[in-house]
């Protein structure tokens, strides 16, 4: 019997023809760090977010979790987007659901560089970046602004938070607490 499900390619021919051989060629944080601002651009306008739907359909593999309905059950998991700038783009990629972070009470710069790089040989990217993030105040104040401009995304967003570096553990529990604040 012949298969008739359509199979994705994943991010489509526009990704594979002009981004990925473009971005393999620039270091792997500065890569990640201009896919966030592209997508963020993208992510503020119909038409940037109609340019993205285009790139990638996602099959309708409907779900249901904790009484909620999710078109399917591809999310975008915490650590690529720290600071919640692309939260307008990811939907027309074709995730249901998003968490963005790990946020901590205060802004960090992370491990020192390099800390992200490729592993061709092994077709892998090594991550360390060590929680580098804006800080809780300005990350609320983007989510604020997005908000209440109707930016935000029509699926399920939620916060992943961390303990601030500066903070010793027997403290970390007022830090989450403050960093949700």
């Known amino acids: 019997m012949k298969n008739t499900v359509r199979q994705p390619q994943a991010m489509g021919l526009p990704y594979s023809l002009f981004a990925r051989p473009f971005l393999r060629f620039v270091d792997s944080e500065k890569a990640h760090d201009l896919a966030i601002r592209g997508l963020s651009t993208f992510g503020q306008s119909s038409g940037g977010q109609r340019v993205l739907s285009s790139l990638y359909h996602a099959p309708e593999?409907?779900?249901?979790?904790?009484?909620?309905?999710?078109?399917?059950?591809?999310?975008?998991?915490?650590?690529?987007?720290?600071?919640?700038?692309?939260?307008?783009?990811?939907?027309?990629?074709?995730?249901s659901w998003l968490e963005y972070g790990g946020v901590t009470r205060f802004p960090q710069d992370g491990n020192p560089k390099p800390r992200m790089f490729r592993a061709e040989s092994e077709?892998?990217?090594?991550?360390?970046?060590?929680?580098?993030?804006?800080?809780?105040?300005?990350?609320?104040?983007?989510?604020i602004s997005r908000r209440s401009s109707g930016k935000w995304p029509k699926v399920p967003v939620a916060a992943n938070i961390g303990r601030s570096k500066k903070t010793p553990n027997e403290s970390a529990p007022s830090d989450y607490s403050q960093t949700l604040d």
């Open 61 to 95: 593999l409907p779900i249901h979790v904790f009484g909620r309905l999710f078109h399917h059950p591809l999310g975008l998991a915490a650590g690529f987007d720290k600071g919640a700038e692309a939260l307008s783009a990811w939907p027309a990629l074709g995730f």
């Open 123 to 143: 077709n892998a990217l090594v991550n360390r970046m060590g929680l580098n993030n804006p800080g809780a105040s300005a990350v609320r104040d983007s989510l």
